[in-house]
């Protein structure tokens, strides 16, 4: 069966925190992503990483920063965080040809 | 501009009661639209992926169509356990990168 795991279902941390959201896959795809979902909102891209070591800016990476070190672990991580990054995080991962995305479960985070 | 709509935001019906979802969209180039389901707090499951117009995928009480400009999810005789937030997105071939871009989503409440 095919799976992403993400680090944590539910976080909550302070303003001007430096977070790390951790997502696994072991599918061996090529291919992973950050995104975050809000309300009225949708899915919106923060990053993906077509491969170790490489990255792409999605439509909002303000504030965010990645790394993927090892081909199944891909990390998201908030330089300092801020109450408008309150939100569901999503990680996904897809084979070279992209058909499908699967999903992790979500991190719910909450800055205070 | 938006690239993926869907329609309605929110549909409430009895259970039995068939009915359908929109997703319309608008790229240059289509590599590929995908239908997904996510229940609350949690992360999107994949249902199916339409490459071409005409085609069509069936998963016990869903039915995936895409035409030209969109694509529809008929749900047959629904049950509760059908409720859920169903997504559209859509693979653009000259978007750069290789993400997805995802509608906001229809949300269905199915009655007793």
């Known amino acids: 069966d095919v799976k992403v795991t993400q680090s944590s279902r539910y976080l909550v941390k302070r303003t001007g925190e430096k977070v790390f959201l951790e997502c696994v896959q072991d599918?061996?795809?090529?291919?992973m992503f950050w995104y975050r979902q809000d309300p009225g909102l949708g899915l919106r891209l923060i990053y993906f990483?077509?491969?170790?070591?490489?990255?792409e800016k999605g439509d909002i990476p303000e504030g965010y920063s990645v790394s993927r070190e090892k081909k199944e672990r891909f990390s998201l991580i908030l330089e300092s965080a801020s109450t408008n990054q309150t939100s569901m995080y999503l990680c996904?991962?897809?084979?070279?040809?992209?058909?499908?995305?699967?999903f992790g479960q979500g991190t719910r985070l909450t800055v205070v | 501009e938006d690239q993926v709509t869907q329609s309605p935001e929110a549909l409430r019906l009895q259970e039995g009661e068939s009915s359908s979802l929109n997703c319309s969209y608008t790229?240059?180039?289509?590599?590929?639209l995908f239908w997904y389901r996510q229940d609350p707090g949690k992360g999107p499951e994949f249902l199916f992926t339409?490459?071409?117009a005409g085609e069509e995928k069936e998963k016990e009480r869903l039915k995936a169509t895409l035409t030209k400009k969109e694509s529809f999810l008929h749900i047959t005789a629904p049950k509760p356990e059908d409720s859920a937030t169903y997504l559209c997105?859509?693979?653009?071939?000259?978007?750069?990168?290789?993400?997805?871009?995802f509608g906001k989503g229809t949300t269905l409440s199915v009655s007793s």
């Open positions: 996904a991962s897809s084979s070279k040809q992209v058909t499908e995305a699967f």
């Open positions: 990483s077509y491969d170790v070591k490489m990255k």
């Open positions: 997105a859509v693979r653009d071939f000259n978007q750069a990168g290789t993400a997805l871009i």
């Open positions: 339409l490459y071409s």
């Open positions: 790229v240059s180039g289509l590599r590929g």
């Open positions: 599918m061996d795809h090529e291919n």
